[in-house]
């Protein structure tokens, strides 16, 4: 059991920045991957970002790839999504997900592969 709880949401107008932040609860030995999604209102789940507490690597969706940052600081249990050049698409409740079980040799780019998930945060970014 992960709890994990996103803060950081709001409006913004076209072009600003916002940053996330996803603090999980932490569990002894574990040291989860972590990833960002997004759902847009009728449209599916989708990944966006991903990053590996043990090797450091991070990966994005081509739609955000240049225009957002993860990054994590593990001695607050914290991850985080650095949002720059909003878009009016870039609206979305935001995820934030822990993945523990899944396979060390994925990358972690679908939800599927995730374990635990947070309540979601909007984003809204206006034109």
């Known amino acids: 059991q992960l709890q994990l709880v996103e803060s950081g949401g709001g409006l913004v107008q076209a072009g600003g920045s916002l940053s996330l932040s996803c603090v999980h609860s932490?569990?002894?030995?574990?040291?989860?991957?972590m990833g960002w999604f997004r759902q847009a209102p009728g449209k599916e789940r989708e990944f966006v970002a991903t990053i590996t507490w043990s090797g450091d690597n991070t990966y994005y969706a081509d739609s955000v790839k240049g225009r957002f940052g993860i990054s994590r600081d593990d001695a607050k249990n914290t991850v985080y999504l650095q949002m720059n050049s909003l878009r009016p698409d870039d609206t979305a409740i935001y995820y934030c997900?822990?993945?523990?079980?899944?396979?060390?040799?994925?990358?972690?780019?679908?939800?599927?592969?995730?374990?635990?998930w947070g309540q979601g945060i909007q984003v809204t970014v206006s034109s």
């Open positions: 997900a822990a993945r523990v079980y899944g396979s060390s040799s994925s990358k972690g780019l679908s939800a599927n592969e995730y374990d635990y």
């Open positions: 932490g569990r002894p030995g574990i040291k989860p991957g």
